[in-house]
């Protein structure tokens, strides 16, 4: 009896640590494969300088206000300022001849522009626009420099966003070919629901043209897609807000793409 109770254990062991496996798997696959696992924490930069740090900074940096559609920076421009989102919403975007390539969306707050932290780095590689009404901080490049020089929680923090940032670009990127449409309207809906809005019902700031442009493909698949979702109970749009009724299942049509 002891020996089948001993049989029976270890059993049940090899079988949980199949599972974990299996799941630790599948976890890593949705890592790899969707570019919402990342950036779901606000930071807050000021905390971790000290008062003479804090003073140099603020002397450094003006806030400004955007309208809705306003250029923040363009691709091409001499990098000289770190931005800082504190309300509203931002796309960044290469340009092409004909169309543009959206690279992420920030919310606040967080910080744009830290490729040209970069030494050899004089100008912007990519644009930067706002969806909706927004509120920025415009910070010296050289402020910033300096501090980081002087404060190694800060430059680890900067660090660490800058590699947040390429881990969700390359999410994007993997979103965008490797997947069809479905998949990719799935990954950027639930992008907006967990990295941008952090809510399953969240407003509709972005036109049919936006998600066009963040999914890859024309506004009539879009609308399309936006219908069969709807029809099939994934989502509801009313108010000028969508929300998303069946997470899980929307996870698994991103997740299978």
Do not use: W
Not at 4 to 23: C, S
Not at 55 to 64: A, C, F, G, T, Y
Not at 119 to 136: G, L, P, T
Not at 178 to 197: I, P, S, W
């Amino acid at each position: 009896m002891i020996y089948i109770n001993d049989f029976i254990a270890n059993l049940r062991l090899i079988l949980n640590t199949n599972l974990n496996e299996e799941k630790n798997m599948i976890d890593s696959q949705k890592i790899t494969r969707s570019s919402c696992v990342f950036g779901l924490d606000e930071f807050d930069y000021m905390s971790l300088l000290n008062q003479e740090e804090a003073e140099l900074i603020k002397s450094r940096m003006v806030d400004v206000k955007f309208r809705k559609g306003e250029i923040v920076f363009k691709q091409g421009s001499f990098a000289n300022n770190i931005v800082v989102l504190n309300e509203g919403l931002i796309k960044t975007y290469i340009e092409g001849s004909n169309e543009r390539l959206v690279l992420q969306i920030f919310s606040p707050v967080k910080m744009l522009g830290l490729s040209a932290l970069l030494e050899n780095s004089h100008v912007r590689h990519h644009s930067a626009q706002v969806y909706v009404d927004s509120k920025i901080s415009l910070i010296e490049i050289s402020a910033i420099r300096q501090v980081m020089a002087s404060n190694a929680s800060f430059s680890n923090l900067l660090v660490s966003m800058l590699a947040e940032q390429l881990i969700i670009t390359s999410g994007r990127f993997y979103c965008l070919t490797m997947k069809q449409t479905y998949g990719r309207m799935a990954d950027v809906l639930l992008c907006l629901a967990t990295r941008v809005y952090k809510s399953n019902r969240f407003p509709l700031h972005l036109t049919r043209r936006d998600f066009s442009e963040l999914s890859g493909m024309t506004i009539e698949s879009v609308s399309r897609i936006f219908t069969k979702f709807k029809n099939d109970g994934l989502i509801r749009i009313e108010d000028d807000f969508l929300e998303i009724l069946d997470p899980e299942k929307m996870e698994m049509i991103s997740f299978k793409g």
